[in-house]
């Protein structure tokens, strides 16, 4: 089992920038694969960025890319996500998932065993 608890949300306005992170728990968090997701009010979830244990598998959504950086300490079994010049859409609750391998449906929610609670990200314009 992998607990995860995410952290570090918060309002801030167009252009900002705000790091969140995810610690994870559990005796099997090695080797996990971790992912970040985001849901707005109204919206399905969607994938933002997913990491590979080793950190030498990368992937951004289109709509993230460029403005955010996912990055893991698994000394520190924590993933983080700086996000750089929000935009008022960038507005959702966070979620940290993890699983146990890679795969090319890294950006599948339904493929990913645990997750955290979400963090609240708002961004005004």
């Known amino acids: 089992q992998v607990q995860l608890v995410e952290s570090g949300g918060g309002l801030v306005q167009a252009g900002d920038s705000l790091s969140v992170s995810c610690a994870a728990s559990?005796?099997?968090?090695?080797?996990?694969?971790m992912a970040w997701f985001r849901q707005a009010p109204g919206k399905e979830r969607e994938f933002v960025a997913a990491?590979?244990?080793?950190?030498?598998?990368?992937n951004y959504a289109d709509s993230v890319k460029g403005r955010f950086t996912i990055s893991r300490d698994n000394a520190k079994n924590t993933m983080y996500l700086q996000m750089n010049s929000l935009k008022p859409e960038d507005t959702a609750v966070y979620y940290c998932a993890a699983r146990y391998y890679y795969g090319g449906d890294y950006y599948l929610s339904h493929a990913y065993n645990y997750w955290g609670q979400g963090t609240q990200v708002t961004v005004s314009s």
């Open positions: 990491i590979s244990w080793s950190g030498g598998s990368i």
């Open positions: 559990g005796r099997t968090y090695s080797s996990t694969t």
